[in-house]
Protein backbone atom coordinates (compact mmCIF):
# COMPACT_ATOMS: atom_id res chain seq x y z
CA UNK A 1 0.00 0.00 0.00
CA UNK A 2 1.35 3.18 -1.04
CA UNK A 3 1.65 6.48 1.29
CA UNK A 4 -1.75 7.79 2.50
CA UNK A 5 -2.98 11.53 3.18
CA UNK A 6 -6.13 12.44 4.40
CA UNK A 7 -7.78 15.85 4.24
CA UNK A 8 -10.49 16.96 6.51
CA UNK A 9 -12.58 19.96 5.68
CA UNK A 10 -14.04 22.10 8.34
CA UNK A 11 -13.99 25.54 7.01
CA UNK A 12 -17.71 25.78 6.30
CA UNK A 13 -19.84 27.93 8.24
CA UNK A 14 -23.04 25.36 8.85
CA UNK A 15 -25.35 27.95 8.33
CA UNK A 16 -28.20 25.45 7.59
CA UNK A 17 -27.34 24.27 10.82
CA UNK A 18 -27.94 27.59 12.44
CA UNK A 19 -26.21 26.91 16.04
CA UNK A 20 -24.04 29.69 18.03
CA UNK A 21 -21.30 28.62 16.83
CA UNK A 22 -20.00 26.34 13.43
CA UNK A 23 -21.27 22.82 13.74
CA UNK A 24 -17.66 21.25 13.40
CA UNK A 25 -17.38 22.67 16.73
CA UNK A 26 -20.69 21.55 18.27
CA UNK A 27 -20.40 18.91 21.03
CA UNK A 28 -20.73 15.15 20.19
CA UNK A 29 -19.84 12.47 22.76
CA UNK A 30 -18.14 15.29 25.00
CA UNK A 31 -16.15 16.15 21.69
CA UNK A 32 -16.36 18.29 19.28
CA UNK A 33 -17.48 16.74 15.84
CA UNK A 34 -14.47 17.88 14.31
CA UNK A 35 -12.97 15.73 16.44
CA UNK A 36 -14.79 12.85 16.05
CA UNK A 37 -14.71 12.69 12.22
CA UNK A 38 -10.71 13.10 13.17
CA UNK A 39 -10.82 10.12 14.96
CA UNK A 40 -12.76 8.21 13.24
CA UNK A 41 -10.86 8.72 10.15
CA UNK A 42 -7.82 7.26 11.90
CA UNK A 43 -9.39 4.34 13.34
CA UNK A 44 -10.32 3.54 9.49
CA UNK A 45 -6.83 3.32 8.47
CA UNK A 46 -4.15 3.65 11.07
CA UNK A 47 -1.69 4.11 8.49
CA UNK A 48 -2.50 7.48 7.53
CA UNK A 49 0.77 9.25 7.00
CA UNK A 50 -0.63 13.35 7.57
CA UNK A 51 -3.82 14.17 8.09
CA UNK A 52 -4.62 17.65 7.12
CA UNK A 53 -7.51 19.95 8.78
CA UNK A 54 -8.54 23.00 6.66
CA UNK A 55 -10.18 25.35 9.08
CA UNK A 56 -12.17 28.70 8.73
CA UNK A 57 -10.59 30.43 11.56
CA UNK A 58 -7.43 29.62 13.57
CA UNK A 59 -8.52 30.11 17.07
CA UNK A 60 -9.00 27.70 20.31
CA UNK A 61 -11.99 25.65 18.83
CA UNK A 62 -9.44 24.25 16.74
CA UNK A 63 -6.49 24.00 19.24
CA UNK A 64 -8.43 22.21 21.63
CA UNK A 65 -10.01 19.87 19.12
CA UNK A 66 -6.68 18.63 17.75
CA UNK A 67 -5.47 18.10 21.48
CA UNK A 68 -3.72 14.48 22.37
CA UNK A 69 -4.87 13.52 18.84
CA UNK A 70 -2.21 10.51 18.11
CA UNK A 71 -1.50 11.23 14.26
CA UNK A 72 -0.06 13.87 12.41
CA UNK A 73 -1.56 16.78 11.33
CA UNK A 74 -1.02 19.96 9.38
CA UNK A 75 -3.64 22.68 9.42
CA UNK A 76 -4.20 25.10 6.88
CA UNK A 77 -7.07 27.97 6.20
CA UNK A 78 -9.79 27.25 3.58
CA UNK A 79 -11.29 29.09 1.16
CA UNK A 80 -15.09 30.62 0.18
CA UNK A 81 -16.40 27.62 -1.02
CA UNK A 82 -15.66 23.55 -0.12
CA UNK A 83 -13.24 23.06 -3.56
CA UNK A 84 -11.33 25.91 -3.05
CA UNK A 85 -10.79 24.34 0.48
CA UNK A 86 -10.08 20.70 -0.94
CA UNK A 87 -7.96 23.38 -3.05
CA UNK A 88 -6.00 24.74 -0.03
CA UNK A 89 -5.72 21.09 1.41
CA UNK A 90 -4.32 19.85 -1.29
CA UNK A 91 -1.83 22.26 -1.91
CA UNK A 92 -0.49 21.47 1.15
CA UNK A 93 0.37 17.82 0.20
CA UNK A 94 2.48 18.88 -3.03
CA UNK A 95 5.87 19.06 -1.55
CA UNK A 96 5.88 15.85 -0.37
CA UNK A 97 3.47 14.00 -2.08
CA UNK A 98 1.56 11.11 -1.13
CA UNK A 99 0.29 7.96 -3.08
CA UNK A 100 -3.28 8.16 -2.29
CA UNK A 101 -5.28 10.80 -1.14
CA UNK A 102 -8.92 10.99 1.18
CA UNK A 103 -11.40 13.50 1.39
CA UNK A 104 -13.66 14.10 3.89
CA UNK A 105 -16.32 16.31 5.27
CA UNK A 106 -15.81 17.67 9.25
CA UNK A 107 -19.20 17.54 9.47
CA UNK A 108 -19.45 13.45 8.65
CA UNK A 109 -18.02 11.95 12.12
CA UNK A 110 -18.65 8.51 11.86
CA UNK A 111 -16.54 6.80 8.71
CA UNK A 112 -16.02 3.31 8.33
CA UNK A 113 -13.36 1.18 8.12
CA UNK A 114 -14.85 -1.50 5.51
CA UNK A 115 -15.63 1.85 3.04
CA UNK A 116 -11.90 2.84 3.92
CA UNK A 117 -10.55 -0.33 2.69
CA UNK A 118 -13.14 -1.00 -0.39
CA UNK A 119 -11.63 2.60 -1.67
CA UNK A 120 -8.13 1.32 -1.23
CA UNK A 121 -8.99 -1.69 -3.30
CA UNK A 122 -10.59 0.34 -5.44
CA UNK A 123 -7.97 2.99 -6.06
CA UNK A 124 -5.58 0.01 -7.34
CA UNK A 125 -7.86 0.17 -10.68
CA UNK A 126 -9.47 3.66 -10.50
CA UNK A 127 -7.58 7.28 -10.54
CA UNK A 128 -10.85 8.13 -8.34
CA UNK A 129 -13.66 6.41 -6.09
CA UNK A 130 -16.25 7.28 -3.53
CA UNK A 131 -18.85 5.53 -2.07
CA UNK A 132 -22.37 5.41 -3.28
CA UNK A 133 -25.79 4.21 -1.71
CA UNK A 134 -28.89 3.93 -3.37
CA UNK A 135 -32.67 5.86 -2.98
CA UNK A 136 -35.26 4.06 -1.30
CA UNK A 137 -38.06 6.77 -1.45
CA UNK A 138 -39.83 8.03 -4.89
CA UNK A 139 -38.14 10.96 -5.95
CA UNK A 140 -39.70 13.33 -8.53
CA UNK A 141 -39.06 16.86 -9.68
CA UNK A 142 -40.27 20.15 -8.24
CA UNK A 143 -40.95 23.04 -10.33
CA UNK A 144 -42.56 25.96 -8.26
CA UNK A 145 -43.69 24.42 -5.62
CA UNK A 146 -45.68 21.66 -7.66
CA UNK A 147 -44.43 18.11 -7.76
CA UNK A 148 -43.41 17.06 -11.50
CA UNK A 149 -42.47 14.25 -13.01
CA UNK A 150 -40.87 10.96 -11.51
CA UNK A 151 -37.31 10.40 -11.66
CA UNK A 152 -35.89 7.07 -12.25
CA UNK A 153 -34.49 6.24 -9.04
CA UNK A 154 -32.19 3.11 -10.70
CA UNK A 155 -30.63 6.30 -12.51
CA UNK A 156 -29.31 8.45 -8.97
CA UNK A 157 -27.37 7.67 -6.37
CA UNK A 158 -26.18 9.14 -3.44
CA UNK A 159 -22.65 10.33 -2.74
CA UNK A 160 -20.68 10.29 0.59
CA UNK A 161 -17.10 11.23 1.62
CA UNK A 162 -14.38 10.32 2.11
CA UNK A 163 -13.76 10.39 -1.46
CA UNK A 164 -10.60 8.68 -2.38
CA UNK A 165 -7.81 9.79 -5.36
CA UNK A 166 -4.43 9.11 -6.54
CA UNK A 167 -2.61 12.52 -5.68
CA UNK A 168 -0.84 12.40 -8.83
CA UNK A 169 -3.58 12.64 -10.84
CA UNK A 170 -6.18 14.70 -9.16
CA UNK A 171 -4.33 17.47 -7.43
CA UNK A 172 -3.31 18.80 -11.11
CA UNK A 173 -7.51 19.34 -11.56
CA UNK A 174 -7.51 21.12 -7.76
CA UNK A 175 -4.53 23.43 -8.85
CA UNK A 176 -6.23 25.07 -12.18
CA UNK A 177 -9.60 25.86 -10.28
CA UNK A 178 -10.40 29.49 -10.51
CA UNK A 179 -11.32 31.57 -7.36
CA UNK A 180 -15.17 30.90 -7.11
CA UNK A 181 -15.25 27.62 -8.21
CA UNK A 182 -17.88 24.90 -6.43
CA UNK A 183 -18.62 21.24 -6.95
CA UNK A 184 -21.05 19.42 -5.23
CA UNK A 185 -18.07 17.12 -3.90
CA UNK A 186 -14.70 16.14 -5.25
CA UNK A 187 -15.33 13.44 -7.95
CA UNK A 188 -17.09 15.82 -9.88
CA UNK A 189 -13.75 17.48 -10.07
CA UNK A 190 -12.04 14.21 -11.12
CA UNK A 191 -15.09 13.60 -13.78
CA UNK A 192 -14.49 17.18 -14.90
CA UNK A 193 -10.68 16.03 -15.21
CA UNK A 194 -11.57 12.73 -17.28
CA UNK A 195 -10.31 10.49 -14.79
CA UNK A 196 -11.89 6.98 -14.01
CA UNK A 197 -14.04 6.58 -11.56
CA UNK A 198 -14.81 3.88 -9.08
CA UNK A 199 -17.42 3.37 -6.57
CA UNK A 200 -17.79 1.39 -3.23
CA UNK A 201 -20.88 0.72 -1.16
CA UNK A 202 -21.40 3.35 1.42
CA UNK A 203 -22.54 2.98 4.82
CA UNK A 204 -25.89 4.86 6.42
CA UNK A 205 -23.82 6.06 9.78
CA UNK A 206 -21.62 8.34 7.58
CA UNK A 207 -24.15 10.69 7.10
CA UNK A 208 -23.40 14.62 6.92
CA UNK A 209 -24.85 16.74 9.90
CA UNK A 210 -26.50 19.20 7.95
CA UNK A 211 -29.70 20.38 10.10
CA UNK A 212 -29.58 20.79 13.93
CA UNK A 213 -32.34 17.17 13.63
CA UNK A 214 -28.85 15.38 12.24
CA UNK A 215 -26.82 16.11 15.34
CA UNK A 216 -29.75 14.51 17.33
CA UNK A 217 -29.04 11.13 15.37
CA UNK A 218 -25.22 11.42 15.64
CA UNK A 219 -25.75 11.73 19.66
CA UNK A 220 -28.15 8.59 19.82
CA UNK A 221 -26.16 6.62 17.72
CA UNK A 222 -23.33 6.81 20.75
CA UNK A 223 -25.53 5.14 23.05
CA UNK A 224 -28.44 4.05 21.44
CA UNK A 225 -27.13 0.56 20.20
CA UNK A 226 -23.94 -0.62 22.43
CA UNK A 227 -22.20 -4.08 22.99
CA UNK A 228 -19.97 -5.32 25.59
CA UNK A 229 -15.86 -5.71 24.67
CA UNK A 230 -13.94 -7.88 27.09
CA UNK A 231 -10.34 -7.51 26.92
CA UNK A 232 -7.80 -9.67 28.95
CA UNK A 233 -4.01 -8.61 30.08
CA UNK A 234 -0.96 -11.30 31.07
CA UNK A 235 2.04 -9.46 32.66
CA UNK A 236 4.93 -10.84 34.70
CA UNK A 237 7.87 -9.11 35.94
CA UNK A 238 10.98 -10.52 37.82
CA UNK A 239 12.45 -9.87 41.47
CA UNK A 240 15.23 -8.46 41.54
CA UNK A 241 17.07 -6.83 45.47
CA UNK A 242 15.82 -3.50 46.86
CA UNK A 243 13.19 -2.32 49.09
CA UNK A 244 10.07 -1.34 47.87
CA UNK A 245 8.42 -2.30 44.98
CA UNK A 246 5.21 -0.43 42.88
CA UNK A 247 2.07 -2.21 42.97
CA UNK A 248 -1.30 -1.27 41.39
CA UNK A 249 -0.02 2.38 41.50
CA UNK A 250 0.95 2.49 45.03
CA UNK A 251 4.72 1.81 46.66
CA UNK A 252 4.85 -1.57 49.03
CA UNK A 253 7.80 -1.97 51.69
CA UNK A 254 8.60 -5.70 50.36
CA UNK A 255 12.08 -5.99 51.27
CA UNK A 256 12.69 -6.62 47.17
CA UNK A 257 11.90 -4.93 44.09
CA UNK A 258 10.59 -5.54 40.24
CA UNK A 259 12.71 -5.46 37.35
CA UNK A 260 11.70 -3.59 34.47
CA UNK A 261 11.85 -0.45 31.85
CA UNK A 262 9.47 1.27 33.73
CA UNK A 263 8.66 1.33 37.44
CA UNK A 264 7.62 -2.61 36.54
CA UNK A 265 3.93 -2.52 38.34
CA UNK A 266 3.23 -5.74 36.99
CA UNK A 267 -0.72 -4.66 38.11
CA UNK A 268 -1.77 -1.37 36.09
CA UNK A 269 0.34 -3.34 33.25
CA UNK A 270 -2.26 -5.91 32.84
CA UNK A 271 -4.41 -3.80 33.92
CA UNK A 272 -3.62 -1.37 30.57
CA UNK A 273 -3.45 -4.44 28.91
CA UNK A 274 -6.79 -5.40 29.33
CA UNK A 275 -8.32 -1.88 28.30
CA UNK A 276 -6.38 -2.08 25.17
CA UNK A 277 -7.69 -5.46 24.20
CA UNK A 278 -10.97 -4.81 24.51
CA UNK A 279 -10.32 -1.66 22.16
CA UNK A 280 -8.65 -4.28 19.93
CA UNK A 281 -5.37 -1.44 19.86
CA UNK A 282 -2.76 -3.80 20.30
CA UNK A 283 -1.10 -3.78 23.27
CA UNK A 284 0.81 -1.69 25.89
CA UNK A 285 4.12 -2.51 23.75
CA UNK A 286 2.50 -0.78 20.76
CA UNK A 287 1.31 2.49 22.78
CA UNK A 288 4.94 3.26 24.94
CA UNK A 289 7.58 0.97 22.64
CA UNK A 290 10.27 -0.24 25.28
CA UNK A 291 12.96 0.84 23.09
CA UNK A 292 11.83 4.35 23.58
CA UNK A 293 13.79 6.12 26.09
CA UNK A 294 11.01 8.45 26.79
CA UNK A 295 9.63 5.87 28.77
CA UNK A 296 12.49 4.57 30.76
CA UNK A 297 11.37 4.88 34.62
CA UNK A 298 7.79 6.22 33.78
CA UNK A 299 4.99 5.41 36.51
CA UNK A 300 2.69 3.03 34.99
CA UNK A 301 -0.08 5.04 35.99
CA UNK A 302 0.94 6.46 32.30
CA UNK A 303 -0.01 3.85 30.80
CA UNK A 304 -3.08 3.30 32.36
CA UNK A 305 -4.38 6.93 31.89
CA UNK A 306 -3.49 6.63 28.34
CA UNK A 307 -5.54 3.39 28.40
CA UNK A 308 -8.76 5.08 29.80
CA UNK A 309 -8.71 8.68 27.40
CA UNK A 310 -8.70 5.72 24.65
CA UNK A 311 -11.22 4.57 25.58
CA UNK A 312 -12.59 7.83 26.14
CA UNK A 313 -11.70 8.73 22.36
CA UNK A 314 -13.59 5.81 21.14
CA UNK A 315 -16.94 6.78 23.00
CA UNK A 316 -16.55 4.32 25.48
CA UNK A 317 -17.12 3.39 28.99
CA UNK A 318 -15.17 1.46 31.36
CA UNK A 319 -17.66 -0.83 33.02
CA UNK A 320 -15.41 -3.09 35.58
CA UNK A 321 -11.97 -4.32 35.70
CA UNK A 322 -10.74 -7.46 37.68
CA UNK A 323 -7.46 -7.96 38.62
CA UNK A 324 -5.64 -10.98 40.09
CA UNK A 325 -2.29 -10.65 41.30
CA UNK A 326 -0.10 -13.75 41.49
CA UNK A 327 2.58 -13.69 44.03
CA UNK A 328 3.60 -15.50 47.55
CA UNK A 329 4.59 -12.06 48.45
CA UNK A 330 4.15 -9.48 49.52
CA UNK A 331 0.84 -10.14 51.12
CA UNK A 332 -1.72 -7.99 49.02
CA UNK A 333 -4.66 -8.09 51.15
CA UNK A 334 -3.38 -5.47 53.59
CA UNK A 335 -3.47 -2.73 50.42
CA UNK A 336 -5.85 -4.10 48.53
CA UNK A 337 -8.57 -1.36 49.22
CA UNK A 338 -5.78 1.18 48.89
CA UNK A 339 -4.81 -0.10 45.38
CA UNK A 340 -8.64 -0.29 44.17
CA UNK A 341 -9.09 3.03 45.30
CA UNK A 342 -5.68 4.43 42.96
CA UNK A 343 -7.69 2.60 40.36
CA UNK A 344 -10.81 3.44 40.14
CA UNK A 345 -8.89 7.30 40.72
CA UNK A 346 -7.07 6.62 37.42
CA UNK A 347 -9.69 4.77 35.47
CA UNK A 348 -12.43 7.50 36.98
CA UNK A 349 -15.14 4.82 37.84
CA UNK A 350 -16.62 3.75 41.11
CA UNK A 351 -14.60 1.54 43.44
CA UNK A 352 -17.15 -0.61 43.18
CA UNK A 353 -16.42 -1.30 39.69
CA UNK A 354 -12.60 -2.05 40.55
CA UNK A 355 -11.81 -5.41 41.62
CA UNK A 356 -8.39 -6.76 42.74
CA UNK A 357 -7.68 -10.46 44.12
CA UNK A 358 -4.47 -12.26 44.92
CA UNK A 359 -3.51 -15.94 44.59
CA UNK A 360 -0.10 -18.11 45.42
CA UNK A 361 0.81 -20.94 43.30
CA UNK A 362 1.39 -23.20 46.48
CA UNK A 363 5.03 -22.67 45.80
CA UNK A 364 5.17 -23.57 42.30
CA UNK A 365 6.79 -22.30 39.57
CA UNK A 366 8.43 -19.17 39.03
CA UNK A 367 5.55 -17.14 41.44
CA UNK A 368 5.97 -20.22 43.74
CA UNK A 369 9.82 -19.86 44.16
CA UNK A 370 9.94 -16.13 44.48
CA UNK A 371 11.50 -15.41 41.24
CA UNK A 372 9.10 -13.24 39.72
CA UNK A 373 5.37 -11.69 39.80
CA UNK A 374 2.64 -12.62 37.84
CA UNK A 375 -0.46 -10.27 36.79
CA UNK A 376 -3.71 -11.80 34.72
CA UNK A 377 -7.13 -8.65 34.04
CA UNK A 378 -10.10 -8.14 32.59
CA UNK A 379 -11.63 -5.20 31.56
CA UNK A 380 -15.54 -4.53 29.98
CA UNK A 381 -15.73 -1.83 27.97
CA UNK A 382 -19.24 -0.52 26.68
CA UNK A 383 -18.40 0.90 23.14
CA UNK A 384 -21.28 2.00 20.55
CA UNK A 385 -21.99 -0.25 17.88
CA UNK A 386 -21.45 1.72 15.26
CA UNK A 387 -18.04 1.66 16.00
CA UNK A 388 -15.86 0.34 12.87
N1 LIG B 1 -16.45 23.34 3.93
C1 LIG B 1 -15.21 23.94 3.84
N2 LIG B 1 -15.06 25.14 3.22
C2 LIG B 1 -16.12 25.79 2.71
C3 LIG B 1 -17.39 25.20 2.78
C4 LIG B 1 -17.54 23.97 3.40
O1 LIG B 1 -14.23 23.38 4.32
N3 LIG B 1 -15.93 26.97 2.15
C5 LIG B 1 -16.60 22.06 4.62
C6 LIG B 1 -17.54 22.11 5.82
O2 LIG B 1 -16.88 22.58 6.99
C7 LIG B 1 -18.07 20.71 5.93
C8 LIG B 1 -17.95 20.15 4.51
O3 LIG B 1 -17.18 21.10 3.77
O4 LIG B 1 -17.27 19.91 6.81
C9 LIG B 1 -19.31 19.89 3.90
O5 LIG B 1 -19.99 21.13 3.71
P1 LIG B 1 -21.39 21.50 4.32
O6 LIG B 1 -22.03 20.35 4.96
O7 LIG B 1 -22.14 22.25 3.27
O8 LIG B 1 -20.97 22.49 5.52
P2 LIG B 1 -21.16 24.05 5.63
O9 LIG B 1 -20.83 24.71 4.35
O10 LIG B 1 -20.41 24.47 6.84
O11 LIG B 1 -22.72 24.16 5.94
P3 LIG B 1 -23.82 25.04 5.16
O12 LIG B 1 -23.72 24.69 3.74
O13 LIG B 1 -25.10 24.67 5.83
O14 LIG B 1 -23.42 26.47 5.43
MG1 LIG C 1 -22.01 24.25 2.49
Given at each position: MGKVAQILVAAGKGSRFE???????ASLGGKTILRQSLDHLKLAYPETALFVIVHAENDSRLSSSLEGFPGKTITTPGGATRSLSVKAGMRILA????DFVFIHDAARPYVSQRVMQDMLRSLETHQATAPVLPIVDAVKTIDGGKLGEDVPRSQIRRIQTPQGFRYKDIWPAYKEMSGTENHSDDIAVARTAGLSIGTVYGDEKAFKITYPEDLEKARNMLTSKTYMATGSGYDVHRIEKGNTLWLCGIEIEAGFSLKGHSDADVGLHALTDAIFGALAEGDIGDHFPPDDPQWKGAQSHVFLSHAKDRVKHRNGQIMHVDLTLIC?????KPHREQMRNRIADLLEIPIGKVSVKATTTEQLGFTGRGEGIAAQASASVRLPEYDG
Open positions: GDIPKQYDDPPEKPKI
